[in-house]
C-alpha cells in the first residue's frame, strides 16, 4: 500500500488549501483513511478521518474550517483547508487502516497501518 500525499504550499492567514492523498495497492473504500499534522517540535496529532461507512470526524481545532471528502473512483481522499491560521502550519500526513470496515472511531496515531510521506502548509501571518 501507498499513499502519496500533496497539495501543501505557502498560504496568507485566512486563504485556503486542498490537500489530496492518492492510494494506491488498495481500494480505499472499505478503509478509514486519516489526515494526521506535525509541527516542528510537536507530536503528530490527529485532524480528521473518513471511514470507510463514510462517516467524518474532526479535531477540535479545525472542526468548521476543513472538510474531509473521499472519491472512491479515485482512490483518493482531499482536505479541504479553509480559514487557515498560522497555528494550522506543519506537515500533513495521510494513513491508512490495514484491516476493513472497522467499528471504531480511528483519531490516534497506533490506530493507521500505512503513511504517506507527507506534504508541508506553511501559513504567513
Known amino acids: 500500500v501507498q499513499l502519496q500525499a500533496s497539495g501543501g504550499g505557502l498560504v496568507q492567514a485566512g486563504g485556503s488549501l486542498r490537500l489530496s492523498c492518492s492510494a494506491s495497492?488498495?481500494?480505499?473504500?472499505?478503509?478509514?483513511v486519516g489526515w494526521f499534522r506535525q509541527a516542528p517540535g510537536k507530536e503528530r496529532e490527529f485532524v480528521s478521518t473518513?471511514?470507510?461507512?463514510?462517516?467524518?470526524y474532526y479535531s477540535f481545532a479545525v472542526k468548521g474550517r476543513f472538510t474531509i471528502t473521499r472519491d472512491n473512483a479515485k482512490n483518493t481522499v482531499f482536505l479541504q483547508m479553509n480559514s487557515l491560521e498560522p497555528e494550522d502550519a506543519a506537515v500533513y500526513y495521510c494513513?491508512?487502516?490495514?484491516?476493513?470496515?472497522?467499528?471504531?472511531?480511528?483519531?490516534?496515531?497506533?490506530?493507521?497501518?500505512?503513511w504517506g510521506q507527507g506534504t508541508l502548509v506553511t501559513v504567513s501571518s
Open positions: 494513513a491508512i487502516r490495514d484491516y476493513p470496515r472497522t467499528a471504531d472511531i480511528a483519531n490516534t496515531r497506533g490506530q493507521y497501518d500505512y
Open positions: 495497492g488498495r481500494a480505499i473504500r472499505s478503509y478509514d
Open positions: 473518513t471511514t470507510w461507512r463514510d462517516r467524518t
